[in-house]
């Protein structure tokens, strides 16, 4: 889910989805309005199950939740077979290698 705020995203807690919501792929960006530019933030957001994780520091919850960060990133079964199909196994392998590098143990 695409999502843009002019605060620096943090990750959320929704008490009513019993979820939590982890800003991935941050990307600052600049608006005008009337001639003033504001900086903007552009992520998308990544529902994961809250098992009362500690949120407040990003890179922490990122190394301590890296198994459903990345289960998230590869996508289904059905997409990774797609991408063997279509690119071949090296393709897929190269894929999970990159999500693999951004998201490590």
């Known amino acids: 889910m695409k999502s843009e705020s002019k605060e620096y995203p943090k990750i959320l807690r929704s008490k009513k989805e019993k979820a939590l919501f982890f800003p ?3 990307e600052e960006f600049q608006k005008e309005n009337e ?3 504001e900086t903007f933030y552009r992520y ?3 529902k ?3 098992n009362n994780q500690q949120i407040e520091d990003y ?3 990122k190394k ?3 198994a ?3 289960q998230y990133k590869y996508g289904s079964w059905e997409k990774q077979f797609e991408i063997m199909q279509e690119q071949g196994f090296d393709a897929w392998q ?3 290698n990159q999500i693999k590098a951004k998201l490590p143990k």
């Open 44 to 46: 998308d957001l990544i």
């Open 35 to 37: 001639g003033i530019v």
């Open 68 to 70: 459903e960060l990345r």
């Open 48 to 50: 994961l199950p809250d």
């Open 94 to 96: 190269a894929y999970c």
């Open 59 to 61: 890179e922490k919850f």
């Open 64 to 66: 301590e939740n890296y």
């Open 24 to 26: 991935d792929k941050i």
